[in-house]
């Protein structure tokens, strides 16, 4: 491998470290993101479910 500067191995160590860190920080807004999607499927599965019970007991 090629170094830009006697301290390649310094800059190679910095730059793996960035990319590492960006990957995590993109993992974890995907996984949040998911999770914000699922808690909203979750709340209208609720409110059908509440709807179909006042329908089916004539109570609305």
């Known amino acids: 491998m090629k170094h830009l500067n006697n301290h390649g191995f310094a800059i ?3 730059l793996y470290a960035l990319l ?3 990957a995590l920080i993109l993992f974890l807004l995907i996984g949040l993101e ?3 999607w699922q808690s909203s499927d ?3 599965d ?3 479910e ?3 019970t006042c329908v089916e007991d ?3």
């Open 46 to 48: 609720e409110i059908a």
């Open 20 to 22: 590492t860190m960006v």
């Open 58 to 60: 004539g109570s609305c």
């Open 42 to 44: 979750d709340f209208v």
């Open 12 to 14: 190679t160590s910095i």
């Open 34 to 36: 998911s999770f914000r």
């Open 50 to 52: 509440e709807l179909n």
